[in-house]
């Protein structure tokens, strides 16, 4: 069974950090890539980052660009969404989605995706 399941999220001053991580028991990352999406109250789900399965390719929301960072452990069958110099705006349940993306792929469209994680909140507050 495809599952996919977020830690890391909590409570953050401005500027702080945070990691998140999406594990996937049951399943090899090596044919699945994974997006990280986030949604705010009252806003629609929005694509923040990505990366492939194959080529370790890395996408980023231009309002993520230099602060957040993706990464994969191969070995530990996680991705990381490594979070520096958050600000209020990025306040948030974070998900993590997998599926069978390929070249052609929006990596920061929620509807490549065919299973998500239940979510995990990441507050930015001073």
């Known amino acids: 069974q495809v599952q996919v399941v977020e830690s890391g999220g909590g409570l953050v001053h401005p500027g702080g950090s945070l990691r998140l991580s999406c594990a996937a028991p049951?399943?090899?990352?090596?044919?699945?890539?994974i997006g990280w999406f986030r949604q705010a109250p009252g806003k629609e789900r929005e694509g923040v980052s990505a990366i492939s399965a194959s080529d370790g390719d890395t996408y980023y929301a231009d309002s993520v660009k230099g602060r957040f960072t993706v990464s994969k452990d191969n070995a530990k069958n996680t991705v990381y969404l490594q979070m520096n110099n958050l600000k209020p705006e990025d306040t948030a349940v974070y998900y993590c989605a997998t599926g069978p993306l390929d070249y052609w792929s929006d990596y920061l469209d929620q509807r490549e995706y065919d299973y998500w994680g239940q979510g995990t909140q990441v507050t930015v507050s001073s």
């Open positions: 049951g399943f090899t990352l090596d044919y699945f890539a």
